[in-house]
């Protein structure tokens, strides 16, 4: 198995056409995509419509590339798309790819990048944000660790989740029928779905304790957390999708994958950490300083809770104009941006249990040296 | 003469409690202060009335501890107040004092930070935004200089300048007596002013030439700018208020300030190289990664216009949810606190005329060696 | 000819499942219907992409219902998004049919609902705010006239108009073959092109003389103006698309067309205008408090440039931190529910030419009494 | 006693030069200003600064015409600032003067203006958001009406109060002692804080007894509510300070207050109620539409959580870029700017436990016909 990743630039959140680009000029075959990434120009918050209109353009996009229905394409290809482009972060696209042609066997027996992908069941608006949605993730976690061939937790870099939140109508629909959801704010259930998803990642890599993650310490129990979970909610479905991303000596390919912690905001040398992991599995002695050779980088961003960041008062929080998510994603993007001299970066904001409070798990995908 | 700069953290934008303790430990003396420049958590905008609230907050300390009347100190001090804290940037005053106490004379030849403040007249709302207003600050600005004893402009390393902004009732004003304002909006009369008092800056050191700065120039031709101004607009004053940094053989302080442009928003070397020429003005090896000994630090942010940074789309000029000076902020804040570790920057927005397109002027002061 | 018109509330910016609904309950027949008019719930700015996402999902419905190609819908039937439902407006869609079945013949003389639809050729981003634009419109109000076989200027109550917009990409490629675009700002020229298309909206309906409609005037002689144009920008289109909206003797409904203008923002009684001039046309007496039979209602809200509604100062232009549109919207959208009780209504910022200043059109559609 | 009410334009936050003018003019003398409410430009969260901007101002002025120590001033007049001016809103003070001067006793038995004031205690972070906020505010508000004279529970017909909210400074404070806040969100603790308020005031005037308010009833059970409360929380202070408004035959005045409750957003003819009410106070047949004799109308505003109005979908709670609360004063700022043709309306955001569910209380003041 060979694994592929492709950024496109994205010129808005209906830009499929460098998506048909691609394929027109052969760089990526249709049948081979198993999940496309977005970073979308919207709000990252409820009433973000860009990634609900990202997803309808893929689907629609896939429809025609790959001629199966609608239906077919939702039911096999995960599109998470998180919005929020803050400061000078650019909208794109991170197009995986999976080839199974016999012959593409490994080289040797060096890891290279691995992915794998898994759904859980459909949710209830009152099991989100809480351990239900935790155990489900863990679940498909561990679905998605077996279809990457990757049986080492030690050897998952990254978990891409994409979680629902709460609307009025939903927890309308749930309080009609006698339930109770999390939290009556719709805004504030997105941190609890990804607070719960990024604890289930927990749970599945032996990060947490099963019996630590319960109803009441999600989301308030910050010192429990995993350090390779990104959890992003989005309006537009109303299960977990998950993208589990690693090295595996299974697969073969041009890539591999590393990560870091971000201890805090500026944690820039936190590239340098992911940059070393990601050549140490290569076998390679790439050097952190070169970020030429960088292919994507994801990370979570948020604002510290205490109110500072090392010792000096942040204003993110008491902010009633720009929600904390997207202050954070611009700072962080920043920084990351300034240390690599890139803007196409996957910054996520609401790191609900995903790395320490004010930090955040970061990971690379690295090109071989050609 | 010695001039000295102290950074305090504001815990808000009224909060001069900070300034009355520093006081009280004898760091400061109250009558040797002859500036103070401030970053407060308010959009930036038109509506920002941080600003005023801190100018007034500052006045009325003074007030008290000086013991002389409101409007000598309105006079006299220049509070220069600069809104907008987005991303990770804290909150912060940079308090400016100068002691002419005979006995401190300078140690040897050595440059160290000077400093001078001057203003322009009252303005008219036509005024803002043209030439004229260019001219006024090109004159207050040579004015300052002399006040700092700084004979070459190349010694000067960095003119704030706080400017105003038209409102809807100045521009009916204007309008009332047949006058005609540079714009009817308001938000977009904060360019042309920062912009027509950028080129002033210019003019009084020599980077552009006096017959080049014509109204129709003004926030068009950006190959006019200066690499050492930075304008800051505000609703509460109807001049220009300069306050001109550099080094100079007659005065004796631990600081010395050194400059540099970023080219771009992502240029986080800037910093290495104006704390390189801070440096090199002490006669000093310091090493461009000390940033433990930078006391303060001066930037311009702002959108490229092209709409891309090292070829990647920005989405800041596209977002009618924020305005794009709050994303540049957050960006270049992000930028530079990853690479100095403190978000205690002087990151103003709108950089007009300052710096190249896409980038901005940045300044560093730094403290001898103990 | 039968004209109808079927409002439905809308759950999110792709909700077309109210129109599914609504052909299986044979309510509609999707062969009749000619155009979608939808009021969505995005910032109704440059990067408001909940038109762009409706104006995709409905185009998706109708593909699906009529089995043809979407490059055949988007070719026929226009579907004019218009962003923002600030305060308590309600989203919803304006599903309009026309039924050409023989046999519907008018019952009499009296006229009722016609309509008709065209549309401008492609511009470029150079033609956007200028004249070219104005006098391409003017031409299609005609054709769209002739299409509702209204002979009689006199007789069209409502013109509605979808505009484009420039972006930081189309003014770059203006500017890359030496074009000149009418601003450099996104969000401005939104304003211009409304300004042109209602000129155009003037032209054709005699409200202003061809030779007046000149490059300098728009959206500067704020003296020109059409009292039955309503324009709103958007993103995803090049091109205009006019929906002319009137009465007509050739024509069989249950429905009629009136129109007032509101003086300012407050005009609440401009609804007891429309309604008389609508009872009026169907040789009704309804009575104006008879709001239970109103079935859509159309207007423009615009903040007014004098910095006062009734001598008193509004925000609404100094505020950087909510656009002056969204204020507008939400002002005009509660003083309208107030007077009727309902909050799905058309409202729709920026009344550029459009009205006279900080007031602007509004119509009703009446369905007859049963 | 002669109470008496001045409403006052603002041109911004620090605009006490009209009060000045006022004085001036003999309109209004100093020693007679007893309490001074506002309605400012600001976002009305958290970060909204023109509340203490205009409180800071309004002290000086106060301090300056009355000769007294800003803190006797702050002791004494309570200084209620409500931000948030969106849509039409127009900027306001509400300047409120008694008169002791002996010789001016009622002319009659006739009930007229009356009012008084009081403060509770500085409260800790603690507090904020609990029933002992409530009991302290009820013992407050039984307080300032022994200081109006009213005996009568129902003759109060507007109780304003100003109450703290929580920032993460004030959290952490509590936090490091061992204390628990209401929550940990900012923003959210306004709603805790004017909900507690708001049933303080409901127990001092019988609408709920005592014991229902309980901690976790508060902002959980809608079904308990006052009538005639109106809270609005600032950053600026740390206690409640009350104003009560009532009729009393204990004074003299040319000033009566009336009251009703808005069902619903749109319930416009609240105010024809209300001034009925007032009508009958002074025995007068003034007649619901005679708004000219309105000199101010309070009133308070929410987003029904049931995410509707009248059936029809809002979408203020689903919106990530503006709050609920400014979309909401937008909202019901233009539906009575609509009924009485003037924006000069002190709409406070935030009802919780003010008023039924998506409604709010409402109370005017109108002057005697002359």
Not at 262 to 278: H, I, K, P, Q, S
Request: glycine letters at 10%; charged letters at 20%; hydrophobic letters at 45%.
């Amino acid at each position: 198995m060979h694994a592929g990743v492709h950024r496109l630039s994205a010129a808005g959140p209906s830009d499929t056409a460098v998506l048909d680009e691609a394929i027109a000029h052969g760089l990526i075959r249709p049948e081979t995509i198993v999940a496309v990434l977005g970073k979308t120009e919207g709000n990252g918050g409820v009433n973000d419509f860009t990634r609900g209109f990202a997803t309808a353009s893929f689907r629609t996009c896939l429809v025609r590339h790959l001629g199966i229905p609608a239906a077919v394409v939702e039911a096999r290809v995960p599109l998470v798309m998180s919005g929020g482009t803050e400061g000078g972060l650019s909208p794109h696209w991170l197009v995986f790819t999976v080839d199974r042609t016999p012959g593409t066997t490994p080289r040797d027996d060096r890891k290279s990048l691995a992915l794998g992908i898994a759904f859980t069941r459909l949710f209830t608006p009152e099991d989100i944000g809480r351990r239900i949605q935790a155990v489900e993730t863990a679940r498909a976690v561990k679905a998605a660790m077996a279809d990457a061939a990757i049986a080492d937790a030690s050897d998952v870099h990254f978990v891409q989740v994409k979680c629902p939140l709460l609307t009025a109508s939903r927890t309308a629909e749930a309080t009609a029928r006698g339930g109770r959801v999390v939290t009556p704010d719709t805004y504030e259930s997105m941190g609890f779905s990804r607070g719960a998803s990024a604890l289930g990642v927990a749970m599945a890599l032996g990060e947490v304790a099963d019996e630590a993650v319960q109803d009441e310490r999600i989301c308030h129990d910050f010192d429990l957390f995993s350090s390779r979970a990104s959890t992003s909610a989005g309006i537009e479905l109303m299960r977990n999708e998950i993208l589990v991303l690693g090295n595996s000596a299974a697969w073969y390919s041009h890539f591999a994958i590393g990560h870091a912690v971000m201890g805090d905001a500026l944690d820039a040398a936190a590239v340098d950490r992911a940059l070393t992991m990601a050549d140490t599995a290569l076998g390679d002695a790439v050097g952190t300083t070169q970020t030429d050779r960088l292919v994507a980088l994801f990370c979570k961003a948020e604002a510290s809770r205490t109110g500072t960041i090392r010792g000096h008062r942040h204003i993110m929080l008491d902010d009633s104009d720009i929600k904390a998510t997207r202050h954070a994603r611009a700072l962080v993007g920043g920084v990351l941006a300034g240390r690599i001299g890139d803007t196409r970066l996957f910054v996520s904001g609401g790191a609900e249990h995903q790395g320490p409070e004010g930090g955040g798990p970061l990971a690379v995908i690295i090109s071989l040296r050609s």
